[in-house]
């Protein structure tokens, strides 16, 4: 079983190093920043289970942090580790989305009860997201085979939704004809690879709408690629 992974972002290297043993000895994956800047930039290099985030740090402060962490990630749970008598700063993590707080002192059993309850929410939610593939305002859920284009279902045919699908597995990658007749047609297809250019005109018209950036380009002499416009 994969370890949950914690980011600790904690300036004093004390709280720091208890934070990491304690964690570390719960069976958790612990990796620690000791300022602001290097914070943001260790949550930058992966997908993390949970993130301790002091409020008071040098270079970046733990609610500027929040803030970025926020504009594209609200399902990472944050937890902010706060002073004594910071009512403010509570207030302002919780209206930008922590998921609770802790103030020092603190008891670890505390501490550990609360990492517990913030982890006990999220694999649901990242189970929900992983069943999307998904580029610009495009989403495409193969589970539910919906798709939505800027915030509209898009009906697509069976065949149409495959093709769509296999170009999303695949974005900012340029495909030729024959890899998509194979993926998406099947190696005893017996036709020819024009059926690919049929389905994706046919796709264009649904999916790229006049009033939002094309997603579906053509590579000449290549094949197809699904990416923001530039």
Do not use: C
């Not at 919906?146 to 340029?174: C, H, M, W, Y």
């Not at 099947?186 to 649904?206: A, E, P, Q």
């Amino acid at each position: 079983m994969t370890k949950e992974s914690i980011l600790v972002v904690e300036d004093e290297e004390k709280i720091a190093r208890l934070l990491e043993l304690e964690l570390e000895y719960e069976g958790y994956t612990v990796t620690k920043a000791l300022d602001g800047i290097e914070g943001l930039e260790a949550y930058r290099t992966k997908d993390w289970d949970l993130i301790l985030l002091d409020v008071m740090l040098p270079g970046l402060s733990g609610i500027e942090i929040l803030r970025r962490i926020r504009a594209n990630d609200s399902h990472t749970p944050v937890l902010l580790l706060t002073a004594k008598d910071s009512v403010e700063d509570k207030v302002s993590g919780l209206d930008l989305g922590a998921n609770d707080y802790i103030t020092k002192p603190f008891q670890i059993e505390e501490l550990l009860a609360r990492i517990r309850s913030a982890l006990r929410f999220k694999p649901l939610e990242q189970q929900e997201e992983a069943d999307w593939l998904a580029i610009a305002d495009l989403k495409l859920n193969e589970k539910t085979r919906e798709v939505i284009r800027g915030g509209s279902q898009v009906e697509l045919t069976p065949r149409e939704f495959d093709l769509l699908a296999f170009l999303l597995k695949n974005k900012r990658q340029v495909l030729q004809r024959e890899q998509i007749l194979e993926a998406v047609w099947g190696y005893d297809f017996l036709g020819d690879t024009n059926v690919v250019d049929v389905y994706i005109r046919y796709l264009r018209k649904k999916v790229d709408i006049p009033s939002e950036p094309s997603l579906i380009h053509t590579v000449r002499g290549v094949g197809y690629v699904i990416k923001e416009s530039k």
